[in-house]
DNA sequence: CTTGGATTGTGATGCGCGTCACAGGGTCGA
DNA sequence: TCGACCCTGTGACGCGCATCACAATCCAAG
């Protein structure tokens, strides 16, 4: 079945085949039909937003496909982007739960489906099912996890070419085509968008880059970035 | 009772007068029961370490008395302060649920009573215990939010001393005597354990406050910090 | 009271990078 | 095919702050 922006949409999450493999969808027969009467599919074109930062929270995202752009927002325009989100992560977890504000900006970069369940239902659901609860603390911890990288990254990084090094090889160790000496990173991102990732301006990271060109570190292959030297970019990224 | 470091031990979590205040502690009597049959009551002089990043988990801390240092630390010496931790929180929890090593090192910084679970006994008793799996999740949202306020805080300042204005104001708000227009906040920390919160070097944090002096921002009374102009301090601290 | 160690206060210096400005390319729609 | 728009590349300039190097305090312990 095909929907509004092109995704072969996933009917029902019983007979999800992607199930298996994502931390949180996996569960148990009886809280699988619970969770599949609360929730609602739903597609989203590309640049859609999911929820802002420091809304009441409406409820929960399952993103099923698609991938979701977290950032922070400065009210001088500035932005952050914290991660790309990745299929089989809950998004407005933490906020749903504890009732506080959003604490951050979830926004579409792909057409996406997701599965929304409203405040009230999920947590009704949550308390009549304690294996999700215990897939939710999971969940949390990998996204806790996660933030405290970026912590340590922007704060005890000395330069933002360090910055960026850490980057690329976290990059390659989750995406990369290929576990070889001379990774391949498949990158839709803009220098713009890099900069937010690691807190820079975008004239940086283009200088940046261009330096590591000149290195022979990295080398551009079309929108696929190739890792020549990763010894080379792991001694850029090292203390921190 | 007195324990080896002058503290007023709490023998045992079905007596804590102080639980209805902590989120965590706050369990139903079945659940109590079984935690306190799990856990150990420890003291902790000023200055114990009670996990260090990068170990493999051993289990979870719930802080009953006493402050601890959440930091994380580069290679090169360098450290960050993520934050300090008031009693009713759990350390170590991420890790403890996950199984990948502590993301951060815990030092106390006072004389400490801790409540210890060894992992697997933990993870047995939130999957026989689902209210106390629901208040792990409440508590892992927590600490993704405070996780999050850093981020914001150190990828979207445009300088040190907005971080510092935002660092004495959050203060304010939490630790502070009254709620008048003039907070004063009890301050136990040096120039250099403020800098490493915020991610600066300590001649700075010297400068920024003798700036704040001189505009007559904020005023030391001895071991007290006095706000002496908010406002001020909101417009320095603005944007992000 | 004295001494030694930690903490705070200040000047000088230099580099990283944010910012502004503008010049190519690449793409898409009219 | 042309213009509008977004992305990339590069130079010039200047501020912020890390770093080094000491001086001035403060405090606890002998």
Redesign the pocket.
């Known amino acids: 079945m095909l929907s509004p922006y092109g995704l072969h949409i996933i009917e029902s999450c019983l007979t999800c085949k992607l199930r298996a493999d994502r931390t949180f969808c996996d569960l148990s027969t009886a809280a699988l039909q619970a969770f599949e009467g609360i929730k609602h599919a739903i597609s989203y074109p590309e640049g859609a937003v999911l929820f802002i930062e420091g809304q009441t929270p409406r409820g929960i995202f399952v993103l099923c496909q698609g991938q979701v752009k977290l950032s922070f927002c400065a009210r001088?325009g500035?932005t952050l982007i914290l991660k790309i989100v990745e299929p089989g992560e809950v998004l407005g977890l933490s906020a749903t739960l504890s009732g506080k504000p959003y604490e951050l900006t979830a926004e579409t970069i792909d057409p996406c489906q997701v599965s929304f369940v409203k405040r009230e239902n999920f947590l009704r659901f949550l308390k009549e099912n304690p294996d999700a609860c215990f897939k939710v603390a999971e969940q949390l911890s990998n996204k806790y996890d996660n933030a405290c990288h970026e912590v340590r990254s922007l704060g005890l990084?000395?330069?933002?070419?360090?910055?960026l090094a850490k980057l690329l090889l976290e990059w390659s160790s989750r995406h990369a085509e290929s576990k070889k000496v001379e990774p391949r990173v498949r990158l839709a991102?803009?220098?713009?968008?890099?900069?937010q990732m690691i807190?820079?301006?975008?004239?940086?990271?283009?200088?940046?880059?261009?330096n590591l060109?000149k290195r022979q570190i990295v080398q551009?292959d079309g929108s696929t970035l190739l890792i020549r030297n990763k010894a080379a970019l792991k001694a850029l990224a090292s203390n921190g």
């Open positions: 001088d500035k990084s000395h330069s933002a070419g360090q910055k991102l803009t220098h713009d968008e890099i900069a807190g820079t301006s975008r004239e940086t990271v283009t200088r940046l880059f261009a060109k551009w």
